[in-house]
């Protein structure tokens, strides 16, 4: 581009249709634009500073200059001033901060005792809100103390934090390992802790969301213990059911303050469906590719844009792009960077540095940049695929948004069906959120680690109660376990090992890969082994395992080692024309079966206990730009174990042998009833793709009998290898050890679930299969999309 | 779905048996498995005590080694910096050592033997207080807060990082009975390490006993195992493996009566007593931190003399020639770094320190850049081979050769400038 990338002279409409046309010109057919939303600015609503409030404290405020209230923030703060919990739900930037530090400054302001817990889903976000309550304690001068509490915080630091810290900023995690099993120390902050801020509450759904009731459940306890009985203030990005998960995780009555007050510009929400290219297969344009254009042509009209992507591969994929295209200029910064999270703290805090002042003209980024960290406001938005649920879309989206002009936010649909679904049925997304977050606080695997870990805090009295269990039966076994040791009528902890290390809220282990650069050590003697990022242990199998391309920064490296005793990972520099994707295989074993009845087909449908086994076996080299297969690789990689729930369909041996197809389309019929069944489970359960799992195996002739594991890909590739199925079970499983409550609700919502993905097959337009329904189709399985309908008639017959 | 809460347990993972196996039952009948309390405080040699919060067992013995000592002031604040006038009288000592139910620390750790000590006229009073179980916690804690009320000064063993942060710990868990905090608390795990660990190795109470005082423990337990000794009988009443548990923490006592005495003794008059070169070492390295510099040189001095294997004697030099520097001696420190430079067994590491010291001296204090440059050149040839290597060592190589290359550069320049520049009084450090 010819025009300086440093002061944009109009946002406005005019540029955001000049780009969209653009962006639509290419097809002829006008179906690529799928939903043109405007969404018209709004005036804000305002009402007065509470009358309460200390002089001082409005005076703080007036200066930073807020006058006046925003509606839903006044009525939040009443609520919390009245003693009432509550639980705001509000979008991106309408000073939901100000809900929780006025009634908590306020309540420091007069009694200096007062202390107050933040807790933050992430270490990141604890830091973005120690810089705004800095501000105000500086204007304050210095009346209350406020400090972070993480595993970063320096041993000297930790006991003038306990002792001094008015509002202490932490995670879940830190409060469960290090706060509450030494709560001793923290006398004075349990004595009188009168508030608990939750930020991001619908975070906490799912696996984490069920940890996090339990340590709160610890945490409620611990106050009583010091005499206290902390308010809880929460704060909700949009969804259904605001309330029910906040006092699902707080176990008490929550006030709902949703009436959004804050004034917002206008905003165009775009939907973009690539382009079919190929009606046969069903193939559409590349939806990187198409978000990459898109991202051009906003860059190009000098929008800063932020580009999300649904992984680190695409993150890094995407910044190769479009550094293509907009190249530094000598001597001065890349206009375009990228951010997730194997980034190191002091490259990303000059990232976000870089947007707000302008510098950086567009940045590529994971969801590491969905939540509240301080970037200041874009001018438009770019997401790479559907981000799997509608609250992580408004978020993401809400990263553009001027206080004036115009902002605007581009989906790029990817093939996937639920995307597909999202793109083709814009009412459902901008009508009123359908979206529930569920928890499960009495999963049993969750509560009674916590259990134990409350156990270690304080003597259990079986007479108390701890979620619904019945609590002296498991005192007493885990007495018989020999946990607990009962005495004077309270059980108390009698192991060595201190149980909140073991325990990881958030499913998966807790440990990283540390990715190491060794190619210093060829070209400059001088130049060590340097550190580049990290790699939680969950990614690490598919995006380093030995020979993979791991991209950081859009520099590729080549990994050369992957030593997991040490959790590093040796890479070398390298520049080459492709990628890496790791196939994965998984094997699943029927534990216990909590429930199952007979049905039409003949088929059989169940839900309980399973075993989930699943192994990183190779990879394949995928070439940049065209997607080429350049070929595979085998890998010998340790295992992965987990114990879940799962719903499963059996498909009775009558059913299979009926079907009128070659051995071979019937395999394929049914990966591809998988595919299409997964896609709409993940709508129906409205939960994030990745908390669902689907396998198909051998149905075992018994539960709990060992039988000989099948070995099935995940993906529909390459079936012609694999084994004849005459009775196969068709696995959902949660994606999360114990399980967190998706089985039971599929399995009573069998019905809706095959009837929605009989519609999604039949009316999808490919002829023979694509990844919008059953997934792409190999040259083996001509009628796989056949087999999948041909299957669905006779379980809904 | 119909099935029974028992079977729900069953499967889980969290449930499942601790790693360690419960110790075999024992046999119905054996004298171990139930025995009345007061059999077991025979058993232990022990008595019951009672106070308002309940009752524990208190076991008292006595012992004519170690006796008493009479510590000078100036000794006791070379062990802890600004101790009170009073803290120096032994009669308000207090040793105390604990046995627990696991090193984590937290509120779920427990004290379950809490052993005390004091000097009587004539030798060593132990008393143990033990909790049968846990209900018998704030009686144990309430006994000992009586006795430190008497004895104000706590003396311990790592009691600084471990015992008394637990104590603290189980004192606010019972709400009921509030820790008093002692006076002055002497640890002796960091004098004990600067005194005898570089002849003894580690710094474990059993090793510096039998190495520093020659006493040897027989049959003592491994201090591993007392945790789940505990535990054992907690659940089964198994007593006889909580006999080695008490003598032990009476032994822990002791020891480390003893070594306070030891410790006292060498701080006072390092050079009776028939000390070695190690100690002596020590001794100077605690006197020069506590900034008794002229003590400290004369007594590194007559360390040098006693002969110090030669890895610590190089440390020693080094030691000395920072004295002497800090003194302003700079003919005695050059000499220490010229011994230093040249010692044939010093590592790389120390000779181009000792290098970097001379350059300072010759460059800004005898203004003789030249000789400061030749003497950098001389250490930047040795450095070079000593880059070859790899490790830790090959990083500080790389940036000592820095840091010697920097001056190098700096020093060149200077005797390049016209000869003005040498004689003007301009500080040379002001060219940068």
């Known amino acids: 581009m010819a025009q300086s990338l440093a002061v944009r002279t109009r946002t406005s409409l005019d540029v955001i249709h000049e780009a969209l046309g653009e962006i639509a010109a290419r097809d002829r057919t006008g179906e690529v634009l799928t939903a043109v939303q405007r969404i018209p600015a709004r005036e804000a609503q305002f009402a007065a500073i509470p009358s309460w409030a200390a002089p001082e404290l409005a005076a703080v405020y007036r200066a930073k200059g807020v006058s006046q209230l925003y509606t839903h923030q006044s009525s939040a703060v009443e609520h919390v001033h009245a003693g009432k919990n509550a639980v705001v739900v509000t979008p991106t930037a309408s000073g939901k901060t100000l809900c929780y530090n006025l009634p908590v400054l306020n309540a420091i302001l007069e009694n200096a005792d007062t202390r107050a817990l933040y807790l933050f889903p992430t270490k990141a976000l604890a830091q973005d809100q120690l810089a705004e309550l800095h501000d105000l304690a500086t204007r304050l001068n210095d009346r209350f103390g406020v400090f972070t509490y993480d595993g970063d915080t320096p041993g000297d630091a930790r006991k003038a934090i306990r002792e001094r810290g008015h509002i202490v900023l932490t995670n879940p995690d830190m409060l469960h390992t290090g706060i509450l099993p030494h709560h001793t120390k923290w006398m004075r902050l349990f004595e009188n802790l009168r508030y608990i801020v939750l930020d991001e509450l619908h975070t906490y759904r799912g696996v984490f969301g069920s940890h996090l009731a339990n340590v709160l459940r610890r945490l409620r306890r611990i106050a009583r213990f010091y005499g206290s009985d902390p308010i809880f203030i929460c704060c909700s990005a949009t969804i259904a059911n605001p309330g029910e998960l906040a006092s699902r995780l707080i176990e008490d009555e929550v006030e709902v303050v949703d009436e959004n007050g804050a004034p917002s510009a206008e905003k165009v929400f775009v939907f973009y469906n690539p382009p079919v290219v190929n009606r046969n297969l069903g193939i559409r344009r590349s939806y990187l590719n198409e978000a990459t254009r898109v991202a051009k042509e906003l860059l190009s009209r000098n929008l800063q844009t932020i580009v999300f992507a649904n992984s680190r591969l695409h993150t890094e994929v995407m910044l190769t792009y479009l550094r293509q295209a907009f190249p530094s200029s000598p001597g001065r910064s890349e206009p375009i960077r990228g951010y997730r999270g194997g980034y190191l703290p002091g490259e990303r805090r000059d990232i976000e540095r870089g947007l707000r002042d302008g510098k950086i003209r567009g940045v590529v980024s994971t969801n590491a940049l969905e939540f509240g960290i301080d970037i200041g406001s874009l001018d438009a938005t770019v997401l790479a695929g559907y981000p799997g649920s509608i609250a992580s879309t408004w978020q993401r989206a809400g990263r553009a948004g001027r206080r004036t002009g115009t902002s605007c936010a581009v989906m790029v649909a990817s093939s996937s069906p639920l995307d597909q679904f999202i793109v083709q049925h814009p009412e459902y997304f901008f009508g009123r959120s359908p979206e529930h977050a569920y928890v499960q606080p009495d999963n049993l695997e969750i509560l009674v680690n916590h259990l134990k870990c409350a156990a270690f805090e304080l003597p259990l009295d079986p007479a108390e109660r701890f979620g619904d269990v019945d609590l002296p039966a498991l005192c007493e076994r885990l007495a018989q376990a020999g946990f607990l040791h009962k005495s004077g009528g309270n059980y108390h902890w009698i192991q060595e090992a201190y149980p909140a290390n073991a325990v990881s809220l958030r499913s998966v282990t807790s440990d990283n890969f540390v990715i190491i650069d060794i190619t210093g050590n060829e070209r400059d003697e001088s130049a060590g082994p340097e550190v580049i990022g990290e790699v939680d242990f969950a990614s690490a199998l598919t995006t380093v395992h030995p020979k993979a391309i791991y991209i950081h920064e859009g520099q590729q490296f080549h990994v050369e080692r992957l030593d997991f005793a040490e959790r590093k990972v040796y890479v070398k520099r390298v520049n080459v024309d492709y990628f890496t994707d790791a196939i994965r295989y998984t094997q699943v074993r029927v534990l216990e079966i909590a429930d199952s009845h007979s049905s039409s087909g003949p088929s059989e449908r169940a839900h309980g206990d399973v075993l989930v086994r699943s192994q990183v076996v190779g990879f394949k080299k995928i070439k940049f730009f065209t997607n080429e297969n350049l070929g595979a690789g085998k890998l010998e990689l340790p295992e992965n174990e987990m114990h879940t729930t799962a719903f499963w369909l059996t498909l009775r041996r009558e059913l299979v042998a009926s079907l009128p197809f070659s051995v071979s389309d019937r395999q394929g019929g049914m990966f591809g009833l998988l595919h299409a069944l997964e896609s709409i489970a993940t709508l129906l359960l409205m939960c994030d793709r990745r908390d669902l799992g689907a396998a198909i195996g051998e149905r075992p002739p018994n539960p709990g009998i060992e039988a000989e594991w099948e070995q099935v890909p995940e993906a529909a590739v390459d079936l012609t290898e694999s084994k004849e199925f005459f009775e196969p079970n068709l696995y959902l499983y949660d994606a999360y050890p114990g399980g967190i409550g998706f089985s039971e609700p599929l399995y009573r919502a069998a019905n809706l679930l095959l009837q929605r993905t009989h519609e999604l097959i039949s009316a999808c337009p490919c002829e023979k299969g694509c990844p919008s329904c059953v997934g792409p189709v190999g040259e083996c399985h001509e009628h796989a999309k056949e087999a999948a309908l041909e299957i669905l008639r006779r379980l809904n017959g | ?432």
């Open chain 2, 1 to 432: 779905m119909a099935t029974a809460p028992k079977d729900k347990f069953a499967n889980l993972k969290a449930l499942r048996p601790a790693n360690r196996p419960a110790s075999p039952p024992i046999a119905e009948g054996s004298v171990q498995t139930m025995e009345p309390c007061d059999s077991l405080a025979e058993f232990l040699g022990a008595a019951p005590q009672h106070n308002r919060f309940g009752e524990h067992l208190s076991i008292r013995r006595w012992y004519s080694d170690p006796s008493s000592i009479d510590p000078d002031l100036e000794s006791l604040r070379l062990l802890l910096p600004g101790a009170p006038p009073d803290a120096a009288d032994p009669r308000r000592w207090l040793f105390l050592d604990t046995e627990t139910t696991g090193l984590a620390g937290g509120s779920g750790t427990y004290a379950f033997l809490v052993g005390i000590a004091w000097w009587d006229t004539a030798g060593l009073e132990v008393e143990q207080f033990f909790m049968r179980d846990h209900s018998e916690e704030h009686s144990v804690l309430f006994e000992l807060r009586k006795r430190m009320l008497e004895r104000p000064i706590l003396l311990t063993f790592n009691g600084k990082s471990f015992d008394w942060p637990l104590l603290e710990t189980r004192f606010r868990m019972t709400r009921s009975i509030p820790p008093h905090p002692p006076l002055a608390h002497i640890d002796l795990l960091h004098p004990s390490r600067q005194l005898w660990r570089l002849r003894v190795g580690n710094a474990r109470l059993s090793q510096l006993e039998e190495h520093v005082l020659g006493w040897r423990r027989e049959g003592d337990v491994f201090s591993e195992l007392i945790p789940q000794i505990y535990f054992d009988f907690l659940r089964t009443g198994a007593a006889a493996p909580l006999v080695p548990v008490i003598r032990h923490n009476q032994m822990d006592l002791r020891g480390l009566a003893a070594l306070t005495r030891k410790a006292f003794s060498l701080l006072a008059s390092p050079e009776s007593e028939g000390s070695d070169a190690f100690e002596l070492y020590g001794v100077s390295r605690i006197l020069s931190r506590h900034g008794h510099r002229a003590r400290a040189r004369q007594l590194f001095g007559s360390t040098l003399d006693a002969g110090l294997p030669p890895e610590l004697e190089t440390l020693a030099r080094g030691h000395l020639a920072r004295l002497a520097k800090l003194d302003r001696d700079y003919p005695a420190a050059t000499l220490l770094w010229e011994q230093l430079r040249c010692k044939k067994n010093a590592s790389i590491v120390e000779r181009t320190e000792a290098c970097i010291e001379l350059a300072i001296h010759f460059e800004h204090r005898a203004r003789d850049p030249l000789r400061a440059a030749e003497i950098m050149r001389d250490a930047l040839a040795q450095l070079s081979a000593g880059t070859k290597q790899s490790g830790p060592a090959a990083v500080r190589c790389r940036k000592l050769r820095a840091r010697v290359q920097h001056r190098l550069e700096r020093l060149t320049r200077k005797c390049l400038q016209p000869r003005i520049g040498a004689v003007s009084p301009a500080p040379f450090a002001r060219q940068r």
